[in-house]
């Protein structure tokens, strides 16, 4: 015998729960939003780019079919992706440590893994003379009688026919020389820096240098601490150039040790993630009930 649902019988099956189930609908689809029942209508209604909604209702949370967990899953790995994605560091010391101690002519163009993969063109001088050396100076331990040398990027007069300084001292931007970096490929966020002195890391250093930066042509040009310049953002640049300011004595030579591109936010990724997180718990309690 056939099963025939009267309108008594699909009145109590809709207040027992067992018909409200959570509809996808077109946002455009005004006949369906009407047909939403009083349990969908207080969910939250999430929409995709202004066209495909869907209900999170009391019983379930689906999108197209696709399960809370998997889309969790999915956001969580495009979300690790862009975090990963952009941050670059440019590690002149480690250029020098691996690719060997040397000095290049004006114009040179690099690109190594430890430069970040980007094609940098590299210039030094002193004032507004192009005659010196950009210099990739490496790491020397310390010994009796020595106390050793950071690596970074310097800056070099006069190079012996091997390609190292004739002059073991004169490896450091110093007496008004300028170090540059160009950015062929394309504009560089510099988002952070870092130094080295003559023995030292010069990050925390109230002495001052120059930083010149252009982008577009546009050249903006600031005078500040060493301890001020890491952890300043002076966004996207075509070049990049560091000045040594006389008459502050032997602790202002310096090494650049490292540049690097904005970092992810972790707190506010895994704050995020958390509430996605959360969203699928409550998913998964309601469709438990």
């Not at 999915?74 to 990963?84: D, F, M, P, Y």
Request: proline content about 3%.
């Amino acid at each position: 015998m056939e099963n025939v649902k009267t309108p008594d019988a699909a009145a109590a099956a809709d207040s027992s729960g067992l018909n409200n189930r959570p509809k996808f609908q077109s946002f455009f689809d005004r006949d369906r939003k009407s047909a939403l029942t009083s349990d969908e209508r207080w969910g939250t209604r999430l929409c995709t780019c202004g066209i495909t909604c869907l209900t999170v209702g009391a019983k379930q949370f689906q999108f197209r079919g696709l399960r809370v967990k998997k889309f969790l899953a999915l956001v969580a790995a495009s979300l690790a992706a862009a975090g990963t994605a952009g941050a670059v560091t440019v590690n002149f010391a480690r250029e020098a440590n691996l690719g060997g101690e040397r000095g290049v002519a004006d114009g040179t163009v690099l690109n190594t893994p430890s430069l970040g993969g980007l094609t940098l063109r590299f210039s030094a001088g002193r004032g507004r003379e192009g005659f010196e050396f950009a210099y990739f100076n490496a790491f020397e331990a310390p010994a009796p009688g020595f106390k050793g040398r950071p690596a970074g990027l310097g800056v070099c007069t006069t190079l012996t026919a091997t390609g190292l300084c004739a002059a073991a001292a004169d490896d450091t931007v110093d007496h008004g020389e300028f170090v540059r970096v160009d950015f062929v490929d394309t504009p560089f966020e510099v988002a952070r820096m870092s130094f080295n002195g003559r023995f030292a890391s010069n990050d925390a250093s109230p002495l001052l240098l120059k930083v010149t930066t252009s982008l577009g042509g546009a050249v903006s040009t600031a005078v500040l601490s060493f301890a001020e310049a890491t952890t300043r953002n002076f966004g996207f640049v075509d070049w990049i150039q560091w000045d040594f300011i006389r008459d502050q004595g032997v602790g202002a030579k310096f090494f650049v040790a490292s540049i690097s591109s904005v970092v992810p936010t972790p707190g506010a990724m895994a704050l995020l993630l958390s509430g996605l997180a959360g969203l699928g718990f409550a998913a998964s309690r309601r469709r438990a009930v």
